[in-house]
Protein backbone atom coordinates (compact mmCIF):
# COMPACT_ATOMS: atom_id res chain seq x y z
CA UNK A 1 0.00 0.00 0.00
CA UNK A 2 0.94 3.43 -0.85
CA UNK A 3 1.77 6.19 1.88
CA UNK A 4 3.53 9.55 2.50
CA UNK A 5 5.23 11.06 5.33
CA UNK A 6 5.67 14.56 6.39
CA UNK A 7 7.96 14.87 9.32
CA UNK A 8 7.40 18.16 10.68
CA UNK A 9 4.09 19.18 11.64
CA UNK A 10 5.15 22.91 11.30
CA UNK A 11 8.20 24.75 9.66
CA UNK A 12 8.68 28.00 10.79
CA UNK A 13 10.50 30.55 8.19
CA UNK A 14 11.51 34.34 7.97
CA UNK A 15 9.84 36.20 5.53
CA UNK A 16 12.85 36.54 2.61
CA UNK A 17 14.48 33.14 3.52
CA UNK A 18 14.16 30.00 1.73
CA UNK A 19 11.78 27.20 2.60
CA UNK A 20 11.60 23.61 2.32
CA UNK A 21 8.56 21.84 3.70
CA UNK A 22 9.41 17.34 3.70
CA UNK A 23 8.28 14.89 2.67
CA UNK A 24 8.91 11.27 1.99
CA UNK A 25 6.40 8.79 0.50
CA UNK A 26 6.09 4.69 -0.25
CA UNK A 27 4.74 3.23 -3.29
CA UNK A 28 4.91 0.14 -5.38
CA UNK A 29 5.82 0.71 -8.81
CA UNK A 30 6.33 4.62 -10.15
CA UNK A 31 5.81 7.03 -7.97
CA UNK A 32 2.63 10.20 -8.62
CA UNK A 33 3.31 12.72 -6.44
CA UNK A 34 1.68 16.37 -5.46
CA UNK A 35 1.82 19.01 -3.26
CA UNK A 36 -1.51 20.68 -2.45
CA UNK A 37 -2.20 23.84 -0.32
CA UNK A 38 -4.87 24.65 2.02
CA UNK A 39 -5.83 28.10 3.81
CA UNK A 40 -7.81 28.92 6.79
CA UNK A 41 -11.24 27.78 6.21
CA UNK A 42 -11.07 27.25 2.50
CA UNK A 43 -10.76 23.83 0.32
CA UNK A 44 -7.34 22.54 -0.98
CA UNK A 45 -5.69 23.88 -3.90
CA UNK A 46 -3.20 22.35 -6.50
CA UNK A 47 0.57 23.86 -6.04
CA UNK A 48 2.47 21.08 -8.17
CA UNK A 49 2.55 17.43 -9.38
CA UNK A 50 5.50 15.17 -10.38
CA UNK A 51 4.39 12.36 -12.88
CA UNK A 52 7.78 11.44 -14.61
CA UNK A 53 10.77 13.47 -16.51
CA UNK A 54 12.72 16.61 -14.79
CA UNK A 55 13.26 16.05 -11.10
CA UNK A 56 12.55 19.68 -10.31
CA UNK A 57 9.11 20.34 -10.95
CA UNK A 58 7.80 24.02 -10.96
CA UNK A 59 4.51 25.48 -9.85
CA UNK A 60 2.26 27.75 -8.65
CA UNK A 61 3.04 31.02 -6.46
CA UNK A 62 6.82 30.24 -6.63
CA UNK A 63 6.68 26.85 -5.62
CA UNK A 64 8.95 24.21 -6.54
CA UNK A 65 9.75 20.35 -5.45
CA UNK A 66 12.54 17.96 -6.36
CA UNK A 67 11.94 14.32 -6.72
CA UNK A 68 14.91 11.90 -5.90
CA UNK A 69 13.97 8.50 -6.09
CA UNK A 70 16.71 7.43 -4.31
CA UNK A 71 15.52 8.81 -0.94
CA UNK A 72 11.99 8.58 -1.72
CA UNK A 73 11.43 11.92 -1.57
CA UNK A 74 9.99 15.14 -2.68
CA UNK A 75 10.93 18.52 -1.00
CA UNK A 76 8.62 21.42 -1.61
CA UNK A 77 10.62 24.54 -1.67
CA UNK A 78 10.72 28.10 -2.18
CA UNK A 79 13.61 30.85 -3.01
CA UNK A 80 12.19 33.24 -0.94
CA UNK A 81 9.37 33.31 1.31
CA UNK A 82 6.26 35.19 1.70
CA UNK A 83 3.65 36.05 4.59
CA UNK A 84 0.86 34.92 2.21
CA UNK A 85 2.57 31.32 1.67
CA UNK A 86 1.17 30.39 5.77
CA UNK A 87 -0.69 27.96 5.42
CA UNK A 88 -1.27 23.97 6.06
CA UNK A 89 0.49 21.58 3.21
CA UNK A 90 -0.02 18.40 2.26
CA UNK A 91 2.34 16.29 0.28
CA UNK A 92 0.21 13.31 -1.49
CA UNK A 93 0.77 10.03 -3.51
CA UNK A 94 -1.76 8.67 -6.03
CA UNK A 95 -2.58 5.44 -5.84
CA UNK A 96 -4.83 3.56 -8.35
CA UNK A 97 -8.12 2.67 -6.93
CA UNK A 98 -10.58 0.63 -9.46
CA UNK A 99 -9.81 2.98 -12.33
CA UNK A 100 -10.11 5.95 -10.61
CA UNK A 101 -7.07 8.44 -9.11
CA UNK A 102 -7.48 7.92 -5.52
CA UNK A 103 -5.33 9.69 -3.26
CA UNK A 104 -3.46 9.26 -0.20
CA UNK A 105 -2.53 12.58 2.14
CA UNK A 106 -0.22 13.25 4.43
CA UNK A 107 -0.77 14.23 7.73
CA UNK A 108 -0.34 18.38 6.57
CA UNK A 109 2.49 20.64 7.69
CA UNK A 110 1.83 23.75 8.95
CA UNK A 111 4.51 26.60 7.58
CA UNK A 112 4.76 30.00 9.30
CA UNK A 113 6.47 33.00 7.77
CA UNK A 114 6.68 35.27 10.11
CA UNK A 115 7.33 39.18 9.13
CA UNK B 1 -17.49 28.68 -14.26
CA UNK B 2 -17.63 27.68 -10.55
CA UNK B 3 -15.89 24.52 -10.11
CA UNK B 4 -16.68 22.35 -7.27
CA UNK B 5 -19.61 23.78 -5.43
CA UNK B 6 -20.59 21.54 -1.83
CA UNK B 7 -23.83 23.02 0.01
CA UNK B 8 -24.36 23.28 3.47
CA UNK B 9 -21.45 24.99 4.58
CA UNK B 10 -22.19 24.20 7.93
CA UNK B 11 -24.40 21.77 10.10
CA UNK B 12 -24.93 20.75 13.49
CA UNK B 13 -26.98 17.23 13.86
CA UNK B 14 -27.99 15.15 16.86
CA UNK B 15 -27.08 11.62 17.20
CA UNK B 16 -29.02 9.44 15.29
CA UNK B 17 -29.93 12.17 12.50
CA UNK B 18 -29.59 12.15 8.99
CA UNK B 19 -29.04 14.04 6.56
CA UNK B 20 -27.05 14.57 2.88
CA UNK B 21 -24.38 16.53 1.70
CA UNK B 22 -24.66 17.64 -1.87
CA UNK B 23 -21.74 18.53 -4.28
CA UNK B 24 -21.85 19.52 -7.96
CA UNK B 25 -19.20 20.56 -10.35
CA UNK B 26 -18.78 21.88 -13.70
CA UNK B 27 -15.94 21.10 -15.49
CA UNK B 28 -17.06 18.02 -17.14
CA UNK B 29 -15.20 15.53 -14.90
CA UNK B 30 -16.31 12.03 -14.90
CA UNK B 31 -14.32 11.17 -11.23
CA UNK B 32 -15.62 12.48 -8.33
CA UNK B 33 -14.59 11.74 -4.54
CA UNK B 34 -15.73 12.28 -0.51
CA UNK B 35 -13.11 13.09 2.11
CA UNK B 36 -13.03 13.63 5.48
CA UNK B 37 -10.47 15.88 7.30
CA UNK B 38 -9.52 15.02 10.85
CA UNK B 39 -7.34 17.45 12.85
CA UNK B 40 -3.76 15.99 12.66
CA UNK B 41 -4.60 13.21 10.08
CA UNK B 42 -5.15 14.74 6.91
CA UNK B 43 -7.78 14.03 4.45
CA UNK B 44 -8.88 10.63 3.82
CA UNK B 45 -11.20 8.78 1.38
CA UNK B 46 -14.65 8.11 2.01
CA UNK B 47 -16.03 7.04 -1.19
CA UNK B 48 -15.17 7.67 -5.04
CA UNK B 49 -17.53 7.70 -8.14
CA UNK B 50 -14.65 6.60 -11.48
CA UNK B 51 -17.54 7.82 -13.61
CA UNK B 52 -20.86 8.36 -13.64
CA UNK B 53 -23.36 4.69 -12.53
CA UNK B 54 -19.98 3.80 -10.58
CA UNK B 55 -19.24 4.72 -7.09
CA UNK B 56 -16.80 2.72 -4.53
CA UNK B 57 -15.29 2.53 -1.12
CA UNK B 58 -12.75 4.49 0.01
CA UNK B 59 -10.61 4.30 3.13
CA UNK B 60 -13.57 5.13 5.70
CA UNK B 61 -16.46 3.66 4.26
CA UNK B 62 -18.92 2.81 7.29
CA UNK B 63 -21.46 4.91 8.24
CA UNK B 64 -21.93 6.92 4.55
CA UNK B 65 -23.82 6.06 1.66
CA UNK B 66 -23.25 8.02 -1.59
CA UNK B 67 -24.79 8.40 -4.48
CA UNK B 68 -23.58 9.87 -8.17
CA UNK B 69 -27.16 11.12 -9.80
CA UNK B 70 -25.48 12.11 -13.00
CA UNK B 71 -22.36 13.24 -14.21
CA UNK B 72 -22.42 16.66 -12.30
CA UNK B 73 -23.83 15.90 -8.71
CA UNK B 74 -22.16 13.09 -6.14
CA UNK B 75 -24.08 13.23 -2.61
CA UNK B 76 -22.53 11.99 0.49
CA UNK B 77 -25.50 10.65 2.98
CA UNK B 78 -24.95 10.01 6.70
CA UNK B 79 -28.29 7.50 7.77
CA UNK B 80 -27.58 7.73 11.64
CA UNK B 81 -24.80 10.35 12.68
CA UNK B 82 -22.48 9.86 15.41
CA UNK B 83 -20.08 12.09 16.93
CA UNK B 84 -17.10 10.31 15.27
CA UNK B 85 -18.58 11.88 11.94
CA UNK B 86 -17.89 15.12 13.37
CA UNK B 87 -15.17 16.64 10.79
CA UNK B 88 -14.69 18.80 8.11
CA UNK B 89 -16.10 16.75 4.32
CA UNK B 90 -14.44 18.02 0.83
CA UNK B 91 -15.85 17.13 -2.63
CA UNK B 92 -13.45 16.97 -5.47
CA UNK B 93 -13.61 15.60 -8.84
CA UNK B 94 -10.82 15.12 -11.14
CA UNK B 95 -11.13 14.25 -15.26
CA UNK B 96 -11.18 11.12 -16.94
CA UNK B 97 -8.97 8.64 -15.25
CA UNK B 98 -6.30 6.58 -17.66
CA UNK B 99 -5.19 9.96 -19.12
CA UNK B 100 -1.98 11.99 -17.83
CA UNK B 101 -1.98 12.08 -13.90
CA UNK B 102 -4.69 15.20 -13.77
CA UNK B 103 -5.13 16.99 -10.31
CA UNK B 104 -8.56 16.92 -8.35
CA UNK B 105 -10.18 20.06 -7.50
CA UNK B 106 -11.74 20.70 -4.08
CA UNK B 107 -14.53 22.16 -2.89
CA UNK B 108 -14.72 24.87 0.04
CA UNK B 109 -16.09 21.93 2.06
CA UNK B 110 -18.90 21.46 4.62
CA UNK B 111 -18.10 21.73 8.27
CA UNK B 112 -20.25 18.90 10.39
CA UNK B 113 -20.93 18.89 13.99
CA UNK B 114 -22.48 15.92 15.49
CA UNK B 115 -23.80 15.96 19.53
Known amino acids: AQSVAQPEDQVNVAEGNPLTVKCTYS??????LFWYVQYPNRGLQFLLKYITGDNLVKGSYGFEAEFNKSQTSFHLKKPSALVSDSALYFC?????????????FGKGTHLIIQP | NAGVTQTPKFQVLKTGQSMTLQCAQD?????MYWYRQDPGMGLRLIYY???????DKGEVPNGYNVSRLNKREFSLRLESAAPSQTSVYFCASSLVPGQSMSEQFFGPGTRLTVL
Open chain 1, 92 to 104: VVRERRGGADGLT
Open chain 1, 27 to 32: VSGNPY
Open chain 2, 27 to 31: MNHNS
Open chain 2, 49 to 55: SASEGTT
